[in-house]
């Protein structure tokens, strides 16, 4: 294929092992409606759903740390193995408790290969090809995701069992390309005794307020897993059409995410995150007036805009701000930017389909998103004085 021309092997079977475990992603989409089925209300299921992104955000900087310290390798391989067995149980597991610290767990691990996955793509990708790099990550994923959210919706019909016993075995499949076809990648600057750590992170004042404006982003964003699919069951729609309407934003990146990138490789990254930050808050904003199926998928339409641009340009930043040192670190606070997000979408849609219902919550989605952008053109001016001294 075009796009991986010129991109070395290793982040070819990064890639192959990114879709494939893509290819059967039910449990973050469809466990709003799986909790649902067990008698959870929406703000339970809200409250269970954002202990994942919780488990997520705590995660970012353990498995960045030992990406640096211990190796990409082990990293990957490790933590894919592990959410594959805990993916495995989730169907199987009776009562809030027990169901509320696997989702802990799961959110600790699942997301565990990311900070690694992505310090590799910096390691064996040049900087000028990043940004086509991370943005063909995110197309094998959500390709791989849009085809799950078609299989999921009819398989979770009747019943999780299979959707997450597939889910398991596409994440073990994962860690088995890794063992077999990805080498370590870690410089020997991260290894080195005595280096930066973290603090170094934490002085880094252009990166946390990056990472503070991504993770208000994501909390619009993320309404997708608990509110939308709620506030569609509300109005009579079952799994198989939430389902096809999450397929619209899968597919819409699988046409254009690439094309998109190469249109806006040569525009300023901080006035792609405000046009992002924009366009999510006008879609998930939209959901406040969507009826029949056709304006639920329209306003989704709407925010993939967004995040076709969102998610790439924010990976090239933290890769172009991290020193050669802290590449898992970096990428481990974008993992708690994400799980952060992830952690507080749920909390919010649930409890505010509850109390505000979902003009005004979806409402708000539209507020936040406008108040992001704004954020990106303050802060912007600090963000590219800090790029260019990285540059030199």
Known sequence: MFAVRGLPS??????AGAFLTA???FVLPFLALFLASRGFSPSQAGLLAGLFGTGAAISGPIYGTLADRVGRRPVLAGTLLLAAGLTAAVPFVEGWVALAAITLALGL?????????AAVVADVVPPEAQLRAFGLMDWAQNVGVGLSFLAGGALASSGFTLPFLLDAATTAAFAVVVLARVPETRPASAAAPGGPGLGAVLG???YLRLMLL???SIIPFGQFTVAVPLAMAAQGHGPA???AVMAVNCGLIALFQLPALRLVAGWEPVRVQVGAAVLIGLGTGAYALAGPAWSWALATAIWTCGEIMFFPTVKQLVAALAPEALRGRYQGGLGVA?????ALAPVVGGAGLEALGPRLLFGGCLAAGLLVAAGHLLTGP???????ARRG
């Open 204 to 206: 880094d004042g252009p």
């Open 382 to 388: 600090a963000l590219r004085r800090a790029l260019a």
């Open 338 to 342: 994400f799980g952060g997000g992830f």
């Open 109 to 117: 691990t699942a997301n565990g290969y990311r900070p690694a996955a």
């Open 10 to 15: 290793t982040f070819r079977w990064l890639l």
């Open 214 to 216: 991504t993770l208000a």
């Open 241 to 243: 059409t939430f389902g």
């Open 23 to 25: 290819l059967a992603s």
